[in-house]
């Protein structure tokens, strides 16, 4: 009962805390003719613990935003604030990227590859050898890779290699999760099954995730609200809540309600120019 | 298995076709010695204190030249590709000079250095920097952005890029390129000894060809020939370690 009176409590804490803040962000940057207008009052608000989905064509500038929310690209005016505070700089312990499947290293294997993260600290943390690789190996399992720990990522597959991924942005325990495009590579079917194990693991960890994808099945499907972004310079054009229940399943893929919010958002990116 | 086979019966066949061919007058015996006639020169060879001298001036000239151009050269490649300004200023003409046979430039060296170790030297290692710079600025420019952008999503210090993320991808395409200068380099050394030299294998070589002794110029042949498949196949070995990782 006491386990059951905690979960409760912790989920009214969950929805009460914005773990993401983004008011008025605007961004121009220098391209060869001129300035180019990237983002433009980008206002939006991810509650901890939510699952949100920006969509939009290509070149809208979403990868741009979720970089500056990640601190690894110099923001423009606005704010940013990742649980109360500016991320001017990366900061792992904050946030986590992963991004798509080509981004694993590899000359190492893939457990290495997920205690990579955790080796940069190295002589900074009072970790031990032992327990980093420990933690290395609960994530692999977490991701449902156990045994496959000593092979290269050439070794492994297009969704096996994106696990390792998700595991190696998930090591450091960071509440917020970006996501940048991760399963683009993939073929449509393991890409869902991918969804589906991102869901899963999602669930158990209660992270808040920002997720970007161009596919609106996977938008509907994944996301507790769906945010449209406009053609270049990006707007946010529409905000979509995703009211289907979870755990979600393939089956709700066949709804109608599923359907009418594809079509939202179909209709939505259709008018942008 | 059956390639290992097809090679060594190639090899065979090669070899014997060089100690049958002149034997039996079908070749020439003066301008082609038969094989064991090779042989036994080269093991005579290997006697003399001459030889010695020459083999050891040769080497030293090899290594000087490499122990110079690798770090210059690896320094200035990693130089352009990282500066953008010095990239663009600096690439083209680089890769205009590269195009130049870089022995037309031997007679200056000659007139700097004198008929010397130090001329040698200064052509091998001129030579051989160029393909190291390149190759080095192609291999900093092979590392894909996204490691990049991954480590320092992880907080990686400049250091820790360097040293996890930038020397292990680039490290498939560093041994090429090690392999590859050492082919020119020893290329540079063995040319500026036949041109023009006191001392050397190459100086040797020149003059047993020149004075039609044809045994003992093959069997300089062989030598150096033994030599230079040896450093290659060494590199080539270490290579194929990494090519596991090479994308």
């Known amino acids: 009962m006491q386990h059951v009176a905690n979960l409760a409590r912790r989920e009214e804490a969950r929805q009460e805390q914005v773990a993401i803040e983004v008011a008025n962000l605007s961004h121009v940057y220098a391209g060869a003719q001129g300035a180019v207008p990237a983002l433009e009052d980008i206002s939006m608000r991810v509650g901890a613990g939510r699952f949100v989905v920006i969509v939009g064509p290509s070149g809208c500038g979403k990868t741009s935003l979720l970089m500056m929310l990640a601190g690894l690209r110099s923001q423009g005016q606005g704010t940013i604030l990742c649980h109360g505070r500016p991320i001017p700089d990366p900061d792992p312990q904050r946030v986590g990227v992963i991004f798509q499947e080509a981004s694993l290293y590899p000359w190492l294997t893939a457990l290495d590859n997920i205690e990579f993260p955790l080796s940069l600290r190295g002589a900074r943390d009072r970790e031990t050898r032992e327990e980093r690789r420990e933690r290395a190996e609960a994530m692999l399992k977490l991701v449902g890779l156990e045994g496959f720990g000593e092979r290269y990522p050439h070794e492994l597959s297009g969704g096996m290699k994106q696990r390792v991924s998700i595991a190696r942005g998930l090591v450091q325990d960071p509440p917020v999760l970006l996501m940048d495009e991760p399963f683009a590579a993939l073929d449509e079917q393991t890409r869902m099954t991918m969804g ?3 869901l899963r693991i999602w669930s158990t960890t209660s992270k808040t995730v920002v997720f970007i994808t161009h596919s609106l099945t996977e938008a509907v499907y994944l ?8 053609a270049r310079p990006g707007r946010i054009i529409d905000r979509i809540p995703v009211a289907l229940p979870r755990p979600r399943s393939y089956e709700m893929m066949a709804t109608d309600v599923f359907g009418q919010l594809r079509e939202r958002i179909w209709q939505q990116i259709r008018k942008t120019p | ?54 083999i050891g001036v040769t080497a030293a000239e090899v290594v000087v030249a490499f122990v110079i151009a690798v770090p210059l050269g690896a320094a200035l490649g990693v130089l352009i590709a990282e500066n953008e300004y010095l990239g663009d200023v600096f690439k083209p003409v680089l890769f205009y000079v590269f195009s130049i046979p870089k022995s037309i430039f031997l007679p200056m060296f000659i007139l700097v250095f004198g008929i010397s170790f130090a001329q040698k030297v200064a052509y091998a290692a001129f030579t051989t920097t160029f393909v190291v710079m390149l190759s080095a600025a192609a291999a900093v420019e ?10 320092r999503s992880y907080g990686a210090t400049r250091t820790q890029i360097l040293l996890r993320v930038y020397v292990p991808s680039m490290m498939p395409l560093l041994l090429e390129a090690l392999r590859i200068s050492m082919i020119f380099n020893f290329t540079a050394v063995m040319i500026a000894e036949m041109y023009a030299s006191r001392a050397g294998i190459g100086h040797l070589i020149a003059g047993w060809g020149e004075n039609f002794q044809m045994r003992q110029l093959f069997a300089g042949v062989i030598l150096l020939a033994a030599v230079a498949i040896l450093f290659n196949e060494t590199v080539r070995t270490l290579e194929a370690r990494c090519s596991t990782w090479r994308t």
């Open chain 1, 223 to 230: 996301a507790d609200e769906v945010l449209v972004m406009s």
């Open chain 2, 142 to 151: 092979s590392v894909k952005q996204d490691y990049l952008l991954v480590a």
């Open chain 1, 196 to 198: 589906h194990e991102l």
């Open chain 2, 1 to 54: 298995m059956k390639i290992v086979v097809a090679r060594l019966a190639l090899l065979a066949l090669v070899l014997a076709a060089w100690e049958l061919l002149p034997r039996h007058q079908i070749v020439n015996p003066l301008l082609l010695p038969p094989l064991g006639d090779v042989l036994g020169m080269l093991g005579e060879l290997l006697q003399r204190p001459q030889v010695h001298l020459a």
